[in-house]
T-cell receptor, first 111, second 113 residues
Framework: DAKTTQPPSMDCAEGRAANLPCNHS???????VYWYRQIHSQGPQYIIH???NNETNEMASLIITEDRKSSTLILPHATLRDTAVYYC????????????FGTGTRLQVFP | GAGVSQSPRYKVAKRGQDVALRCDPI?????LFWYQQALGQGPEFLTY????????KSGLPSDRFFAERPEGSVSTLKIQRTQQEDSAVYLC???????????FGDGTRLSIL
């Protein structure tokens, strides 16, 4: 199963872009990269996922390097409500959909 | 629309008691997952259902933990003879099927005294 590595914490000023990195150097060709976040006292919230192409939705953008060994989640205009723990996950398994969470990156957005 | 609903939101039990935690997935979602989250840690997988079939229970920590989804919709996670180390937030998630995003409930916070 591919492992992910994320910095334990990051800060970002409100209104600025938050760029959260993730390393997944052992990812295999058919594994997707998923991003979830967890705001205090809530369940994890799906943000975005991708295979090899860059992806964008109303919440964020996902940039995956050409060799797929790393990716960056971009929140273009961070707000205080974006303060959360962000998890980068490589979907594991062929016959199961279970998610393997690491310890994530704690993003603190400050005024 | 309605999301994943879990009840109770909080549960306090004495060591040795049995507890039952309920999960109502999003209507039409085929797959259902249970995770356990200890304080300060990421969620850890417990078990997975596709419809009523329990396809993976590799994460259940002991035979005191039992999960069921008899009609392929609502699921119950039961913990027998609770221990203090069972104190955690228990999260339920559902999705439409393989490679689809999982949608999580807000969990049940279980405290064993």
């Amino acid at each position: 199963d591919a492992k992910t590595t994320q910095p334990p914490s990051m800060d970002c000023a409100e209104g600025r872009a938050a760029n959260l990195p993730c390393n997944h150097s052992t990812i295999s060709g058919n594994e997707y990269v998923y991003w979830y976040r967890q705001i205090h006292s809530q369940g994890p919230q799906y943000i975005i996922h991708g295979l090899k192409n860059n992806e964008t939705n109303e919440m964020a953008s996902l940039i995956i390097t050409e060799d797929r060994k790393s990716s960056t989640l971009i929140l273009p205009h961070a707000t205080l409500r974006d303060t959360a723990v962000y998890y980068c996950i490589v979907r594991v398994g062929v016959n199961t959909d279970k998610l393997i969470f690491g310890t994530g990156t704690r993003l603190q957005v400050f005024p | 629309g309605a999301g994943v609903s879990q009840s109770p939101r909080y549960k306090v039990a004495k060591r040795g008691q049995d507890v039952a935690l309920r999960c109502d997935p999003i209507s039409g979602h085929v797959s259902l997952f249970w995770y356990q989250q200890a304080l300060g840690q990421g969620p850890e997988f417990l078990t997975y259902f596709q419809n009523e079939a329990q396809l993976d229970k590799s994460g259940l920590p002991s035979d005191r933990f039992f999960a069921e989804r008899p009609e392929g919709s609502v699921s119950t996670l039961k913990i027998q003879r609770t221990q203090q180390e069972d104190s955690a937030v228990y999260l339920c998630a559902s999705n439409l099927g393989p490679n689809q995003p999982q949608h999580f409930g807000d969990g049940t916070r279980l405290s064993i005294l």
